[in-house]
Each structure stands twice: as structure tokens, then as C-alpha cells.
């Protein structure tokens, strides 16, 4: 789903990031052998350390105004929705830069018809739930594909961590992005410092993280169109809820509109990113 209110860079070439994730993902599965089969939530892990290892990096478009020498400052990882293309998401960062930050747009993974992407498939036969209490369902396997979009980020995120060091991480998103970006900030591997999820739910597949013991907590933006016709606006608020319900600090901002990025919160987003 791209994000409509915004212009969308078609400029090329785009800088890219691939040597971030170089490293990371150029390791090779562990051999493994154990006397007795491993538990479902174990295979699925196996499952998506193999679909990762066996995906190529992560393209990844760089701005900002800090140099490749320079550490510290502000880093933050933008996640596109579904079907929108890798870079939908560089005119909001070119929104978004203030003096010393730098900005990362992944593409994802997986290809889409019209040259989209998407992190993972929504098929009736895959599609990730959506989660409207805390209770993890007895009968709940992890998604391999959402398992999948998760470990890429978090190699990037780790990546970002050991070579800008920055002072605040945080990660955003939009739609299957912004779902994305609560599993991230969840999981806590590694820490998020913030998170900003526009017009996204939090999935099943999320609650584990959710429900975990964890010594620090990232604090969350939500912001959602009333009038949002892809993504429910209750299922964006009860997101907000449950996280509250948990101890996170939660900024949520409704607006009237649709599935969309506007204006008013491009300047709430700014805000809550770069202030103290």
C-alpha cells in the first residue's frame, strides 16, 4: 500500500546500502543435530534463518547529512507498506531530515506485481492476524514470512548500530511497515530508542514480544485515519491500547482521512522523532 500523500522519488540512480547487510547475511546456516524433533515455534525459527540466509541484502536508500566517517546523531529506518515501491518512502525522509540524522529505506524482500514490494504476502492462505487482545491463541504458529521481514531489518538495524552508532535509533513505517516497525520495537533485538507505526495494527505474531519481561521499553508514535478503508482505524486503537496496557508510552494521533501519510502528521512524526 503506498503512501498516497506523498510524493514518491522516481529519481535515479538512488544511492544504495548494500554492504550494510553484506556481512550479516553472508553467513551460512549452523549444521544442527539434536536426538528429538524440535518444537514448532523452534522449526519455524530454522525455517526463516534459512529463507534469510538464502535472500540477497536488502536494498537499502541512504539519506541524510551525516557522512559515511561520522558516528552519532539521529538514524532512522523507514519501512514501506505493501505493494508500494522499495523507495516510496524517500520523500519522507527528505521531509523528515533535521541537522545531523540519517535516514535508511529498505525495500522489501519479496517482489509484487507493478514493481511493488512487500515485506509479506497477504494471501487468505498466509495472511498474518491481526491481534485485538493480549492472549496468544493455543493453535498460533509463527508466520515464516513475517519471522523473515524481521530478522532482514534487524540485521540492517544491527548493522546501523555497529557503524554509525547512533545516539537514537528509531524505526517508522507505513501499513505493513508500520506493523513491521511495533513487531521491531517489541522484539528488542536490537533495542529500539523509538517507534512510529502510521496506519498499522499489531499482529499475533507480535504478542510473544509483547508479553516478554524486558528491563528498558521504546516509546511508540500511532497515528491513524478515521476514515481509513484498508486498515480498520479501531484496529489502530486498540493497537495503541494494548501497548499502554503494557507500560510503553504511546503518542496516538487520529486524523480525518484515509489510508495516508498527511501533512499534519509528517509534522507530528518530525516532532516526536527529534525531540529531547
Keep these: 500500500m503506498s503512501s498516497s500523500s506523498l510524493k514518491v522519488s522516481r529519481r535515479a540512480p538512488l544511492a544504495t546500502r548494500r554492504e550494510l547487510l553484506a556481512g550479516a547475511l553472508a553467513m551460512s546456516s ?36 551525516l557522512s559515511e566517517s561520522e558516528r552519532g546523531g539521529t538514524a532512522v529506518v523507514l519501512l514501506h507498506g505493501w505493494g508500494a515501491p522499495g ?70 538495524l544491527r548493522n546501523i ?14 501499513s505493513q511497515g508500520a506493523m513491521l516497525s511495533l513487531d521491531l520495537a517489541l522484539t528488542a533485538d536490537p533495542p529500539i530508542d523509538r517507534a512510529a507505526a502510521l496506519s498499522g495494527v499489531l499482529l499475533v505474531d507480535s504478542l510473544p514480544a509483547l508479553l516478554a519481561a524486558r528491563s528498558t521499553r521504546p516509546s511508540f508514535f500511532m497515528s491513524h485515519g ?34 495516508e501519510i498527511p501533512g499534519e502528521v509528517v509534522s507530528a512524526l518530525r516532532q516526536y522523532i527529534f525531540e529531547a
Design 30 to 65: 549452523a549444521c544442527r543435530s539434536s536426538t528429538k524433533a524440535p518444537p514448532p515455534e523452534a522449526q519455524a525459527s530454522a525455517t526463516s534463518s534459512e529463507a534469510t540466509s538464502a535472500l540477497p541484502p536488502l536494498e537499502v536508500v541512504q539519506r541524510g547529512d
Design 87 to 156: 523507495d516510496d518512502l524517500v520523500s519522507l525522509a527528505q521531509r523528515l531530515t533535521r541537522p545531523k540524522s540519517r535516514f535508511f529505506v529498505p525495500a522489501a524482500p519479496l517482489a509484487h506485481g507493478g514493481g511493488g514490494r512487500a515485506w509479506w504476502e497477504i494471501s487468505e492462505s498466509n495472511r498474518p492476524a491481526h491481534a485485538w487482545d493480549d492472549t496468544l491463541p493455543p493453535e498460533h504458529r509463527p508466520n515464516a514470512q513475517v519471522s523473515m521481514a524481521r530478522r532482514l531489518v534487524q540485521d540492517l
Design 161 to 174: 548500530r555497529d557503524r554509525y552508532a547512533p545516539e537514537r535509533l528509531v524505526v517508522a513505517g507505513f
Design 226 to 259: 478515521k476514515a481509513d478503508a484498508m486498515l480498520r482505524f479501531g484496529a489502530g486503537e486498540r493497537a495503541s491500547q494494548l501497548l499502554t496496557k503494557h507500560g510503553f508510552s504511546v503518542t496516538f494521533h487520529p486524523f480525518d482521512g484515509g489510508h
